[in-house]
């Protein structure tokens, strides 16, 4: 960060993704930052406005570190996309092979990973005493590595892994089976056979996004027995947790998710401490 003519502290930071002007994450950096006595500019770059794919990623990061950038968060579909583009990885977002955060700064590009944390803070404070023997989770890529991650760290038994690409979700199993244990996650034929006998359920896919609508649960597989949770946030009340809810399951949104990983890259882009609840209450006030 660098002066301005105010005295203050800047910071410049962005998101890169698709379908992202709903987000609510350049807010939530503004106005802790504010807070801070930080000025903050926090700007989007949505790849389907810009007629964007992933292919622009190495563009996109030299044009950041041009012009001043501290920082980039990143969401679908770069999590795993930007990993060879950056020069080092944090512990964490090396073994989830997924990236949502990048730090910019004397010509290196440094990738971490908050969503883990994010989605186990937002889990321990909303679902702390349901059982979690066996979770099912639909979706493998970058969210989902990071929310099997944090499942299988809040002691879940077994994590089903269930994604349209099943290679993909072998993968995942398979490497956190490497980092937690052997059967500590698996995968299924069918969403019917993961979902008996199971727990509860998680979302780690973008259905259920104002861009993705749908639901990756199937809804008659749902039943009053199980918690719910979901990773999207936009709308806060996706189709999958308004039927949850509707049959009597607790439920988990994605907003808790979305501050918590925005408190850890808020630190990690200026160093300094954001207060949690405080970013809690102004995403409640959004």
Known sequence: MSPPATGRPSVLLGLVGSGIQASRTPALHERE??????????????????????????????????????????????????????????????????????????GRHMGHNTDWWGFAESFRREL??????????????????????????????EVVIVDTDAGRADSLAAALCARFGEGRATTAPSPAAAMAGADGVVNATPLGMAKYPGMAVPAELLHPGLWV??????????????????????????????????????RLFTGREPDAERMLRHFAGM
């Not at 996309?81 to 950056?86: C, G, K, N, Q």
């Open 33 to 106: 930052a504010e807070e801070l006595g930080v000025c903050c500019i926090y700007r989007l770059i949505d790849l389907d406005t810009l007629g964007l794919d992933a292919g622009a990623l190495p563009d996109i990061l030299t044009a950041a570190e041009r012009f001043g950038f501290a920082g980039l968060n990143v969401t679908h579909p770069c999590k795993q996309a930007v990993i060879p583009l950056l020069d080092e990885l944090s512990p964490e977002a090396r073994a989830l092979g997924a990236v949502n955060t990048i730090v910019l700064g004397n």
């Open 128 to 157: 702390p005493d349901v059982r979690r023997d066996r979770v099912v989770q639909f979706g493998a890529g970058g969210a989902g590595a990071a929310v099997a991650h944090a499942l299988l760290t809040l002691d879940a038994g």
């Open 229 to 266: 949770a979901d990773i999207v946030y936009f709308p806060l009340e996706t189709e999958l947790l308004r039927r949850a809810r509707a049959l009597g399951c607790r439920t988990l949104a994605g907003g808790g998710m979305a501050v918590f990983q925005a408190v850890g890259a808020f």
